[in-house]
């Protein structure tokens, strides 16, 4: 891996690094305010909506520019966002905003791998990128634990001065907000330092009717592509499982393990280390031809997920979210790496990024919506976990006989050499 790649892993862990920490200091805000608790998985809702309203034009922007650039500007969307609550606008509102940002974001710091790396590294980039992605979930938890714990933001209004400057900050949430505010500003910093890779794409349509049009073919290309369908199925499935995985935990902390927020954040930080060593085995043990071999994990991950219903104890909950966290590192790294690598054959990759998050983003805005519908009709939680792990685990299922059909029709791993003429 050469110094280009290294720069865009700095630049990805610190913006992912600030985006975690925000979701439990805008949580604990939301708490302060007496929201309703139907708002909280919201949160996570309006981060991700503007990755499935504007999925049509984002991968021709990220086309448009060196991708570097594109993800200069995306950073200074999230710090924007961020700033808009010191002006006392709603967490939500707010939240969409650094969503919108990092739905810039995201096709550009996934396509630049394609172009600046032969295909068969893609799994070990993917692994790199995974594995640091968790690490900045683990330690954005921990700092968004700390930061709404009783003494965090209390500590940095008391003790934390800017020299000459009055910064008008009284608050300790304005103080956590201030934070995570300097670590966007960082990831900043690190995107002006990735190298131009010097792709290009020089036609870029500009026509959003027409822009909507060819969205819709490239979605429609990757999803008729027998490995392509496949590797998308499971993502868009595994997002939109997380997404809601990660509140549902949050409140079954909450209820059956009876723990507070800035310590239920340390169940989230034991998911992603185990995601992290997952990703990283299955970064050296899966080559590219073998990722569709890891599909059956997804159901015993959904199986795992159920269990959790029965889980009362603290030690317990801390093996069993360890164990899903391994299983869905392991098989979500190989999935990403197929789907680029199709993608890439079958059309450029800013697109093909942008077809993924569309989908994935859907994915989780479906099932958040789901779950807040759930919430709001005070459903048992154990009933709720339970139908989220069946659910999970059957439909991978479904997903596995599909596989299983392409291969009987066609010898599917052929297709991985073929490119579109």
């Known amino acids: 891996m050469n110094r280009?790649?290294?720069?865009?892993?700095?630049?990805?862990?610190?913006?992912?690094?600030?985006?975690?920490?925000?979701?439990?200091?805008?949580?604990?805000?939301?708490?302060?305010?007496?929201?309703?608790?139907?708002l909280t998985p919201l949160l996570k809702l309006s981060f991700v909506l503007f990755y499935v309203l504007f999925a049509a034009f984002l991968g021709a922007f990220a086309d448009s520019l060196p991708k570097g650039r594109v993800m200069f500007i995306a950073n200074l969307i999230k710090v924007v966002g961020c700033s808009m609550i010191f002006l006392h606008v709603h967490p939500l509102v707010a939240n969409a905003v650094v969503g919108f940002g990092a739905a810039v974001y995201s096709p550009a710091k996934y396509g630049i791998l394609t172009e600046l790396l032969p295909a068969e590294k893609l799994v070990l980039a993917n692994g790199w990128i995974e594995g640091l992605t968790v690490m900045s979930i683990i330690l954005g938890t921990v700092m968004g634990g700390v930061l709404v714990g009783p003494d965090g933001g209390t500590w940095l209004v008391n003790n934390v001065d800017v020299p000459m400057i009055d910064t008008g900050i009284t608050s300790p949430y304005e103080a956590s907000l201030l934070v995570i505010v300097a670590v966007y500003a960082l990831a900043a910093l690190f995107n002006l330092r990735i190298p131009d890779t010097g792709a290009r794409y020089p036609h870029q349509e500009k026509n959003p009717a027409r822009l909507i049009v060819d969205f819709a073919n490239c979605s429609a290309t990757l999803w008729k592509d027998k490995l392509g369908q496949i590797s998308l199925a499971v993502t868009t499935l595994f997002w939109g499982a997380g997404a809601t995985l990660q509140f549902i935990v949050l409140k079954w902390a909450e209820r059956s393990l009876h723990m507070k927020?800035?310590?239920?954040?340390?169940?989230?930080?034991?998911?992603?280390?185990?995601?992290?060593?997952?990703?990283?085995?299955?970064?050296?043990?899966?080559?590219?031809k073998k990722s569709l071999s890891v599909i059956p994990l997804g159901i015993i991950m959904g199986l795992v997920v159920a269990s959790m219903a029965l889980v009362h104890s603290v030690g317990v909950a801390y093996v069993l979210l360890s164990i899903i966290g391994f299983l869905s590192g392991f098989f979500v790294v190989p999935m990403n790496a197929m789907l680029q690598h199709r993608g890439y054959v079958l059309m450029s990759a800013g697109h093909s990024i942008a077809v993924q998050n569309f989908n994935e983003n859907l994915?989780?805005?479906?099932?958040?919506?789901?779950?807040?519908?759930?919430?709001t009709l005070n459903l048992n939680l154990d009933f709720i976990i339970v139908l989220f792990g069946l659910s999970l685990a059957g439909t991978m299922y479904f997903i596995m006989r599909r596989h299983n059909a392409n291969q009987a029709q066609h010898d599917s791993l052929a297709l991985i050499g073929e490119h579109k003429h």
């Open 4 to 38: 280009g790649f290294y720069t865009i892993m700095a630049a990805q862990f610190f913006s992912s690094l600030a985006d975690n920490a925000l979701l439990f200091v805008a949580i604990d805000l939301l708490t302060s305010m007496k929201a309703p608790a139907s």
């Open 261 to 288: 927020l800035d310590k239920a954040s340390g169940l989230i930080g034991v998911v992603a280390i185990g995601v992290a060593v997952g990703a990283a085995m299955s970064a050296k043990m899966i080559p590219l």
């Open 363 to 375: 994915s989780v805005l479906t099932m958040l919506a789901l779950y807040a519908i759930m919430i």
